[in-house]
């Protein structure tokens, strides 16, 4: 199954909330966490969000699946502040194929970082597999703990996709 991404456009919003609510309702559930959960996010911060940072929606053809939301940290780092699918596309090894190409939109970027669920073993695992690793843990409410990744791209590899592009 092939996807891609593209920025965000506003008229999606809509459609974007409604995956959001189906995917992260689980989680919602589980964690009790009000504050920061994407399922209580508004239209108009979510419409703010896509002005402000990198958003992408993720498409399967043309249907939309899904999105990301990429927020900068500095000039050389991107903390993937949100990555998400419909259920009935995951596991389906489409995440792999949807980071490679998050991660392509920004080739000069050596350092991303993102936050997981503790209890969220499957992202663990996915995460871990692309190459991220687990540097900490934060407490964000008496139920939500979050684990924190890294991903570094040593600076020979930035250099070889540099190399490749002028060929």
């Known amino acids: 199954m092939e996807v891609s991404i593209k920025k965000t456009k506003l008229n999606e919003v809509e459609d974007l909330l409604a995956?959001?609510?189906?995917?992260?309702?689980?989680?919602?559930?589980?964690?009790?966490?009000?504050?920061?959960?994407?399922?209580?996010?508004?239209?108009?911060?979510?419409?703010e969000n896509i002005e402000r940072f990198f958003h992408y929606t993720i498409l399967s053809g043309n249907a939309i699946i899904g999105a990301i939301d990429i927020r900068p940290l500095d000039e050389n780092r991107l903390r993937l502040s949100k990555l998400f699918l419909?259920?009935?596309?995951?596991?389906?090894?489409?995440?792999?194929?949807?980071?490679?190409?998050?991660?392509?939109?920004?080739?000069?970027?050596?350092?991303?970082?993102?936050?997981?669920p503790y209890l969220n073993k499957r992202n663990h695992h996915f995460y871990?597999?692309?190459?991220?690793?687990?540097?900490?843990?934060?407490?964000?409410?008496?139920?939500?703990?979050?684990?924190?990744?890294?991903?570094?791209?040593k600076i020979i590899y930035v250099f070889l996709l540099f190399y490749k592009s002028c060929l």
Not at 20 to 40: G, H, I, M, R
Not at 95 to 101: A, D, H, P, Q
């Open 128 to 153: 871990e597999k692309l190459g991220y690793i687990k540097i900490g843990e934060v407490q964000v409410t008496e139920k939500l703990q979050l684990f924190k990744y890294e991903k570094k791209y």
């Open 19 to 47: 995956i959001q609510k189906e995917v992260f309702a689980e989680d919602y559930a589980l964690y009790e966490d009000n504050d920061s959960t994407p399922v209580n996010e508004t239209e108009a911060k979510l419409i």
């Open 86 to 116: 419909r259920n009935e596309f995951q596991n389906k090894r489409l995440g792999s194929k949807i980071i490679k190409l998050m991660e392509s939109e920004f080739p000069l970027i050596k350092d991303w970082s993102l936050y997981t």
